[in-house]
Nanobody, 127 residues
Framework: QAQPVESGGGSVQAGGSLRLSCAVSGFTDRRYCVGWFRQGLGQEREIVATIYTDYTNTYYADSVKGRFTISRDNAKNIVDLQMNSLRPEDTAMYYC????????????????????WGRGTRVTVSS
């Protein structure tokens, strides 16, 4: 079973940076999608960024474009989310999720497509 495990959350002031990591184990096929989602208090879960592990295809939500960077280390089975210029509205529980994909590089932006989910890591940005 491919169970993602997140790490790296914490508290930071606005304008600061955090780096989240997602360790993925259990996949014998390297063709899978990894998505970072977040859910603020009382809000719906939303997509933040995705990456396809066999290619360099990435996607970013408009709200984080230019501030967040998703990257992968296939040798270590780790996908990182570098978050810069953090804002109070980035405060949320961040989740890493994965699913096998043979789509040639496209990763879904919908949470229902993702089969395996981590427990989440909390990010708090104060003003």
């Amino acid at each position: 079973q491919a169970q993602p495990v997140e790490s790296g959350g914490g508290s930071v002031q606005a304008g600061g940076s955090l780096r989240l990591s997602c360790a993925v184990s259990g996949f014998t096929d390297r063709r899978y999608c990894v998505g970072w989602f977040r859910q603020g208090l009382g809000q719906e879960r939303e997509i933040v960024a995705t990456i396809y592990t066999d290619y360099t295809n990435t996607y970013y939500a408009d709200s984080v474009k230019g501030r967040f960077t998703i990257s992968r280390d296939n040798a270590k089975n780790i996908v990182d989310l570098q978050m810069n210029s953090l804002r109070p509205e980035d405060t949320a529980m961040y989740y890493c999720a994965t699913y096998l994909s043979y789509s040639g590089g496209y990763c879904s932006r919908f949470a229902t497509s993702y089969k395996y989910w981590g427990r989440g890591t909390r990010v708090t940005v104060s003003s």
